[in-house]
């Protein structure tokens, strides 16, 4: 048996007896009939009983399928977002690509560009030099043709101006060297020559 404190005891007690009292009160108001358990005509009892039809006519106006359609929705919404991102950063990733590419195609096509003016300027130099070279050339020879030309020249007068002086002096001699028996003698001797 369980032992209980003498507190315990006293409050168990009256409430026992309250409940006994109130027992018999009810039957005397209600003419003697039986009202049944108090949970269910009490206060709490009306509360469930409100709550049970409040949320019967909640599903027989179909608030469930209301609220469910639009979460339905808002799930739906969300989904679109979703995918518009996704689209959008898809297309964001096409164009970095696409921008990424081109700026290796400039980057290309600009030292394809620098390479190509490089061998421009070097044939270019390449050229100056050879013209140069020949121009050189050409200006030596003609320098020199001219020089050979003077030389010639010179040469031309030296001998013609001592073929003049020779002939002056060889006049001169034959002038007074030579008589006329002298010049058949040397007729003589070149017609035995022949």
Same mark, same amino acid.
């Given at each position: 048996?369980?032992?209980?404190?003498?507190?315990?005891?006293?409050?168990?007690?009256?409430?026992?007896?309250?409940?006994?009292?109130?027992?018999?009160?009810?039957?005397?108001?209600?003419?003697?009939?039986?009202?049944?358990?108090?949970?269910?005509?009490?206060?709490?009892?009306?509360?469930?009983?409100?709550?049970?039809?409040?949320?019967?006519?909640?599903?027989?106006?179909?608030?469930?399928?209301?609220?469910?359609?639009?979460?339905?929705?808002?799930?739906?919404?969300?989904?679109?977002?979703?995918?518009?991102?996704?689209?959008?950063?898809?297309?964001?990733?096409?164009?970095?690509?696409?921008?990424?590419?081109?700026?290796?195609?400039? @980057?290309?096509?600009?030292?394809?560009?620098?390479?190509?003016?490089?061998?421009?300027?070097?044939?270019?130099?390449?050229?100056?030099?050879?013209?140069?070279?020949?121009?050189?050339?050409?200006?030596?020879?003609?320098?020199?043709?001219?020089?050979?030309?003077? @030389?010639?020249?010179?040469?031309?007068?030296?001998?013609?101006?001592?073929?003049?002086?020779?002939?002056?002096?060889?006049?001169?001699?034959?002038?007074?060297?030579?008589?006329?028996?002298?010049?058949?003698?040397?007729?003589?001797?070149?017609?035995?020559?022949?």
């Amino acid at each position: 048996m369980v032992e209980h404190s003498p507190e315990v005891a006293a409050t168990e007690v009256p409430a026992t007896e309250h409940a006994v009292e109130t027992a018999a009160h009810t039957e005397q108001h209600d003419g003697g009939h039986a009202a049944g358990p108090e949970f269910i005509f009490g206060p709490g009892g009306w509360v469930g009983v409100s709550m049970l039809a409040f949320l019967l006519i909640l599903l027989w106006k179909g608030v469930p399928k209301l609220i469910s359609g639009g979460l339905d929705n808002k799930i739906a919404a969300i989904k679109q977002q979703l995918d518009e991102a996704k689209s959008l950063r898809a297309e964001a990733e096409a164009l970095r690509d696409e921008y990424a590419t081109k700026m290796k195609d400039a @980057e290309k096509h600009a030292e394809a560009m620098m390479e190509n003016a490089q061998r421009e300027a070097d044939a270019i130099v390449e050229k100056a030099e050879a013209d140069s070279k020949a121009m050189v050339e050409r200006r030596k020879r003609m320098a020199e043709d001219k020089i050979a030309a003077a @030389e010639r020249d010179a040469v031309d007068e030296v001998r013609a101006s001592a073929v003049a002086a020779a002939t002056t002096a060889a006049g001169k001699l034959i002038a007074t060297n030579h008589s006329a028996d002298a010049d058949r003698k040397l007729a003589d001797e070149v017609i035995a020559g022949i």
